[in-house]
């Protein structure tokens, strides 16, 4: 088990990955469920990874942020999900204002 949710995040959105390792994803959400500190720095790698060229990377990421968006209104861990819900709607930096 990693001990950093930074490193979890990248190997959860790793190139190298046929398709969604669900195993690393649950303990992506179990690091951040254990030091919720660590969430904004997994959530930096899969903004960036977000804006990958490559569409599997995209993908990837993608199946993470919305299984750690699940995980946060499970856990009903408010500040984190409206952080993981910015990612989503400001990956190219737009605000809610200029939002279609």
Known sequence: MANNAAECA???????LIGPDWAIN?????????DPGQAKDALKIIK???????????LLSLFVSI???????????HELLFEC????????????????
Do not use: Y
Request: glycine residues 4%; aromatic residues 10%; proline residues 4%.
């Open 10 to 16: 990248e190997r959860a959105t790793s190139d190298m």
């Open 67 to 77: 299984l750690l968006l699940l995980f946060l209104v499970w856990s009903h861990n």
């Open 26 to 34: 649950i303990e992506l959400c179990d690091i951040i469920n254990m």
């Open 85 to 100: 819900v910015n990612i989503h709607f400001f990956v190219k930096g737009d605000t809610l204002n200029s939002w279609p």
């Open 48 to 58: 960036k990874r977000l804006g990958s060229k490559n569409p599997k990377i995209q």
